[in-house]
């Protein structure tokens, strides 16, 4: 089962066509979403577990979704990463790693950026005004209509940034939800993985199964998510080696803000290589299946989704 297919599963009860899950609408736009960023760009998701139901239906919210990537794509030429981020109306401002002034709104809401890769440069973002003038005036005036608003965060020497505000669903609140997704659950995984395209597919696959992910692609965006989920973090997946710190060092700095959280570690290195992991840490080769993926984090969080 692909991951669209599966988000495609949950819909607004009978009754409540009118909403929909924040989270769900930007998975299943996923495949929409890569096709824009196109040849040079990954696309890196970060999605809150608390994002509620919003009261948006989900063909406008996809709309506005797919819309604010193709305005972010357009400011920056070549190479690169967009940037998808949700927040739930409870959630802390967006952390100043996103390179991204604060938003205190509380409200759930959805924020798309470009940030530069190896062949672009902040300093050379701006944004496209074809593009802007076609789009934004547009997804501005579609927000506005549905009770949210568009605010974009221009900053020096960065690409925009563009944050929909969106109205929060004031119906039965389970409606549509993924239950593993509540963060007060303890079954959030964090994954920390520097390799764009592996980092992806094994966010696809667990997330595709009912887990809550949040990743992370350096140390510090972990340690940022650590301290934002705390306790809710049941499962750390980490590759032995990351950008200026090993996964065993990083592990060892998550233990106080996730002190319940079991630890995975995966590697193109084979185990015998390695030499010895964190006491109580299980290992996983890449490249692996999805079925050794999935065997393995069940075994880890037994009372997990199947």
């Excluded at 470009?114 to 300093?123: D, I, K, N, V």
Aim: charged share 20%; hydrophobic share 45%; glycine share 10%.
């Amino acid at each position: 089962m692909n991951f669209t297919a599966f988000a495609s599963r949950f819909r607004p009860a009978e009754g409540e066509e009118g909403c929909s899950d924040l989270n769900q609408v930007i998975a299943g736009a996923e495949r929409s979403i890569v096709h824009i960023a196109g040849a040079g760009f990954s696309v890196q998701f970060a999605l809150s577990p608390s994002a509620t139901l919003v009261a948006v239906p989900a063909s406008a919210l996809e709309q506005i979704v797919v819309g604010l990537c193709s305005v972010a794509r357009s400011t920056l030429p070549v190479n690169g990463r967009l940037w998808i981020e949700s927040r739930g109306h409870d959630d802390p401002s967006f952390a100043p790693i996103s390179g991204v002034v604060a938003v205190t709104e509380a409200r759930p809401r959805v924020l798309v950026r470009a940030e530069p890769g190896g062949g672009g440069s902040p300093e050379s973002a701006a944004l496209s005004p074809a593009r802007s003038a076609a789009e934004l005036p547009a997804l501005e005036g579609l927000l506005e209509r549905l009770g949210g608003r568009l605010e974009v965060l221009l900053q020096p020497a960065s690409a925009p940034a563009f944050v929909a505000h969106l109205p929060a669903w004031a119906g039965t609140q389970s409606a549509g939800r993924i239950p593993a997704a509540l963060p007060h659950e303890g079954r959030v995984i964090l994954l920390v993985e520097d390799e764009p395209q592996v980092q992806a597919v094994t966010a696809r696959i667990l997330r595709a199964f009912g887990y809550a992910v949040v990743t992370a692609h350096n140390a510090r965006t972990a340690l940022t998510h650590a301290e934002q989920y705390g306790p809710a973090i049941a499962l750390v997946i980490s590759d032995l080696l990351l950008p200026g710190v090993s996964g065993k060092d990083l592990v060892g700095r998550l233990r106080t803000p996730c002190e319940r959280a079991r630890v995975l570690f995966i590697s193109g290195y084979s185990r015998e290589h390695l030499g010895s992991l964190t006491e109580g840490a299980c290992f996983l080769r890449k490249p692996f299946t999805a079925q050794e993926l999935l065997a393995m984090v069940r075994g880890l969080l037994p009372e997990a989704p199947h």
